[in-house]
């Protein structure tokens, strides 16, 4: 019974394409995430939703759009791939509130080549 | 920003002895957690402490929160092997912040047989 499941797992594709990656929960909460992990193992957020609506965005470059057709799911777009992109993306979701803990999705490894 | 900062960023140890692990940060918090990531995985919740709570154990882990230094520590007693791992220290902020769970850049632990 995966909580967080993110597909695909490993991602391989070259400049300038588009790609996504899908995430779902079925957990029941109502706040999901989108972080970055560099080489440096660094965890960026990326983007934070709430029943559906974008709460937190930290700057995120636009070919990044993130799309959460229900609350149990939300997906990451991205456009016009670059090398800088390489890195695993993961995905988690929380219940609502400040005292909650993250459950993280095993994570997509992307490689711009 | 809001984001801790884990000190030493690399720990090595061998089994039985105890880890400390260190988390300093510079805004104001609601609480504060840790997060372990085994090599390859996703990042699993350890403990969540509160900002009026000084110390928390859980099972072998006890933390500890000093709001007026902004910092935080990790102590894993009587280590195993099975506790390498990078640990994270997550931030979540108050009131609109608390869609946020912001990470710092780990600290690698490996503990040698």
């Known amino acids: 019974d995966t909580a967080v499941s993110q597909t695909p797992k490993y991602l391989v594709t070259q400049m300038g394409n588009d790609k996504s990656i899908k995430c779902e929960q079925n957990?029941?909460?109502?706040?999901m995430y989108w972080y970055k992990q560099d080489s440096k193992k660094f965890l960026k957020i990326m983007f934070s939703?709430?029943?559906?609506?974008?709460?937190i965005n930290e700057t995120v470059p636009n070919r990044f759009s993130p799309k959460s057709p229900d609350k149990a799911h939300l997906n990451l777009h991205i456009n016009s791939l670059e090398l800088g992109d390489s890195a695993v993306y993961f995905c988690?979701?929380?219940?609502?509130?400040?005292?909650?803990?993250?459950?993280f999705g095993q994570g997509t490894r992307l490689t711009v080549v | 920003s809001q984001q801790g900062e884990e000190d030493p960023q690399a720990l090595s140890i061998q089994e039985g002895e105890n880890a400390t692990m260190n988390c300093s940060y510079k805004?104001?918090?609601?609480?504060l957690q840790w997060y372990r990531q085994n090599s390859g995985r996703g990042l699993v919740h350890l403990i969540l402490?509160?900002?009026?709570?000084r110390e928390k154990h859980s099972g072998r882990l006890r933390v500890t929160l000093d709001t007026s230094k902004k910092s935080s520590s990790l102590l894993i007693t009587a280590s195993r092997a099975a506790d390498t791992a990078s640990y994270f220290c997550?931030?979540?902020?108050?009131?609109?912040?608390?869609?946020?769970?912001?990470f710092g850049k780990g600290t690698l632990l490996t503990v040698n047989p």
């Open positions: 997550a931030l979540r902020g108050s009131g609109g912040s608390n869609y946020k769970l912001t």
């Open positions: 988690a979701s929380s219940p609502t509130g400040g005292f909650t803990e993250a459950f």
């Open positions: 805004t104001s918090i609601n609480n």
């Open positions: 957990l029941g909460h109502d706040t």
């Open positions: 939703y709430n029943n559906k609506e974008l709460i």
């Open positions: 402490i509160r900002s009026n709570e």
